[in-house]
Every structure is written in structure tokens, then in C-alpha cells.
């Protein structure tokens, strides 16, 4: 009798013991968690190539750019485009050559891109491509940042540099913000 009546005690002494264990494994459980979710962002580096535009999102993303560059002749950009060729891919994951691959370049910090050996220079500018550094840039490499190794004499047509910038919007997985 006496040892029935003991049983139930010794079950709830154990209670609030059985209560922390849970509650130890589930702190541990959510900080596994979190350090999971870290790990698969970083994954997140290697999802699949997005697809190239169709020329119908072409136009449409041309014309949301804001002026000057939504009035820009995109074949002509390509022509200008051809003076870089010779030392720049354009797509995604394409290789680099004698300058990095672009694909991505507007809203990227200068001088950033993996397994590209820069100048000093670039590889410790501060700063983040977008449609003015790069006209700047494009303009003439030399004077805009000195000590860079990019040995390009530079597109003094303004228009040419308009329509370069567009192509390479529309052809580098540029992004509308949407502000
Ligand atoms: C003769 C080869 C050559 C030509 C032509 C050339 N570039 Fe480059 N480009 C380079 C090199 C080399 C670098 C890296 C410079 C450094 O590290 O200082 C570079 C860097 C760049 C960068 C900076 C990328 C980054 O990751 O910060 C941009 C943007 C760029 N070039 C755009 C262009 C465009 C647009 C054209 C054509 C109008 C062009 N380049 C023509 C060789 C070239």
C-alpha cells in the first residue's frame, strides 16, 4: 500500500525535471536550426543560372530605366559593346578574361568579384557600380580611378556611353528597384 501511494509522488517530483530537459533540447533544437538556415543561405550562391530576357522584357525594362538611359539605342550598345569584348564576358557565370565578367555589375561593389585578380587600386576602391560611376569610368578609365590596370583608352561619345550602360543593363540581370 504504502510503496502504491510513494509511486505517484516520486512521478511528479520528477515533473519540473522532465520540464527543463524539454526545454534545454528545444533552446539547443531552435539554435541548430538558426545555424541551418544560415548554411543554406550561402548555398543560395549556386542556384541555377536565371534565364537571359526575352527581347519583349528587354524593351520593357529599357523603358522603366530612368533618363537618359530609357531613350538609349540598345544595338548601338551592342556595337559599343564590341570594344569591351575582347577582355569581358557578359553572362552568367562566364569566365573571366583578361578584365572580370560583368553578369550582375550595377549594384555590385567595385573591384568585389571572385577569382578575379585586380589592380590594388580597384580592389580597394569604395564604391558600387551603377549608371553614373560607370559613365565616369567609361569615360575615361585613367582619370576616373588612377592605378586601375583596365587598358582602355575610354568612350568619349556620350551617346555611345548611354547606350552601352542600357545594353549592359538589360544583358547583366540588372534590376529595377521599383522605387
Ligand atoms: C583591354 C582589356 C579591356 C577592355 C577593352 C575593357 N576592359 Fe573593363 N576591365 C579590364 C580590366 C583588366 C579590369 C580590371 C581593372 C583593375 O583590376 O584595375 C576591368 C574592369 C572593368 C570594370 C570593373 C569591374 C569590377 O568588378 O569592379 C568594369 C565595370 C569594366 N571593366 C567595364 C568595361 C566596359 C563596359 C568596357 C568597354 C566599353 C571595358 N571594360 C573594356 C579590361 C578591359
Given at each position: 500500500?504504502?510503496r ?5 509522488m516520486i512521478?511528479?517530483a ?21 545555424q541551418?538556415?544560415e548554411?543554406?543561405?550561402?548555398g ?25 538611359y530609357?531613350?538609349?539605342d ?8 564590341a570594344?569591351?569584348?575582347?577582355c ?33 587600386a ?5 564604391f ?18 588612377p592605378?586601375n ?7 568619349p ?23
Amino acid at each position: 500500500m504504502f510503496r502504491l501511494s510513494s509511486f505517484p509522488m516520486i512521478r511528479r517530483a520528477s515533473g519540473p525535471a522532465v520540464v527543463l530537459a524539454a526545454a534545454l533540447t528545444g533552446s539547443l533544437g531552435l539554435t541548430a536550426c538558426g545555424q541551418g538556415a544560415e548554411g543554406s543561405g550561402t548555398g543560395a550562391a549556386e542556384a541555377p543560372k536565371p534565364p537571359a530576357l526575352t527581347e519583349t522584357e528587354k524593351a520593357a525594362l529599357l523603358t522603366s530605366l530612368p533618363a537618359p538611359y530609357d531613350q538609349a539605342d540598345l544595338e548601338n550598345g551592342r556595337r559599343a559593346f564590341a570594344r569591351c569584348r575582347s577582355c569581358h564576358t557578359i553572362t552568367p557565370g562566364g569566365p573571366n578574361m583578361t578584365g572580370p565578367n560583368l553578369y550582375g555589375v550595377f549594384g555590385s561593389e567595385a573591384g568585389a568579384r571572385d577569382k578575379y585578380s585586380y589592380s590594388h587600386a580597384l580592389r580597394t576602391a569604395d564604391f558600387t557600380w551603377d549608371a553614373e560611376t560607370l559613365d565616369h569610368w567609361l569615360q575615361n578609365p585613367r582619370t576616373f580611378l588612377p592605378g586601375n590596370k583596365m587598358s582602355f583608352a575610354g568612350l568619349p561619345d556620350a551617346t555611345d556611353r548611354r547606350d552601352v550602360i542600357a545594353f549592359l543593363k538589360v544583358e547583366t540581370g540588372f534590376k529595377p528597384t521599383g522605387e
